[in-house]
């Protein structure tokens, strides 16, 4: 089954404790991408990849890393997490642009981040 | 930098009514449109998308059109059923930039 699965689903934390949220695809994508949502401000986006180790900032890049060794995983990467960074947060992925102009995106089933 | 404006925030419409919501994009390179539906504690999941070529595209109940000039575009939904209750987010994004920017999304009630 294609998906875009994300791990963990569920995450308690403290303050300053670093932590990688994962994200895997099935589906031979080029474009991944992280977005957080919080309620009034629709998804944001932390940040995106092009393709293996290309990476770039979206809108909200603060206090996140990311990577881009394997074309099916994106992981995220808080360092130092704060209180602010207490959000849903989903992974997606889709095939490059084409002629035509950009694909869909398919999303994960989001994670639950909340930082103490 | 660039947005998307989404309006309702709120629309409760009776069972069978229709329902329209519209955005506005500020990025004039802006050349694809998806909207996204979300149950409660779901994934975001496609549900008809637009691109800069065209100007309106309908499947089934649902249909979206695009004012290139205006920079809006809107979605209408036909005769709603319960299941159509949701939030609905749209979207704009340029492929020269590869970012997409959400709108903040409506929250649709559709009461029986």
């Known amino acids: 089954e294609a998906q875009v699965t994300q791990n963990p689903r569920y995450l308690i934390t403290v303050t300053g404790k670093k932590l990688t949220v994962t994200c895997s695809q099935n589906?031979?994508?080029?474009?991944m991408s992280w977005y957080r949502q919080d309620p009034g401000l629709g998804l944001r986006q932390i940040y995106y990849?092009?393709?293996?180790?290309?990476?770039d900032k979206g809108d909200v890049p603060e206090g996140y890393k990311v990577s881009r060794k394997e074309k099916r995983n994106f992981p995220l990467i808080l360092e130092s997490p704060s209180p602010n960074q207490t959000s849903l947060y989903f992974c997606?992925?889709?095939?490059?642009?084409?002629?035509?102009?950009?694909?869909?995106?398919?999303f994960g089933d989001g994670t639950r981040l909340s930082i103490l | 930098g660039e947005n998307v404006e989404q309006h309702p925030s709120t629309l409760s419409v009776q069972e069978g009514d229709s329902a329209v919501i519209k955005c506005t994009y500020s990025d004039s390179a802006s050349n694809y449109f998806p909207w996204y539906k979300q149950e409660l504690g779901k994934r975001p999941q496609l549900i008809i998308d637009?691109?800069?070529?065209?100007g309106e595209k309908k499947d089934q109940r649902i249909a979206v059109t695009l004012n290139k000039t205006a920079k809006h575009f809107s979605l209408h939904i036909t005769e709603t059923q319960p299941e159509d209750s949701a939030v609905y987010f749209c979207a704009a994004s340029n492929t020269g930039g590869f970012k997409t920017i959400f709108g903040a999304g409506t929250r649709l009630f559709v009461k029986a």
């Open positions: 997606a992925s889709s095939f490059l642009p084409t002629g035509e102009g950009n694909q869909p995106q398919h």
């Open positions: 589906m031979n994508h080029e474009y």
């Open positions: 990849s092009m393709n293996v180790e290309v990476t």
């Open positions: 637009i691109r800069s070529n065209v």
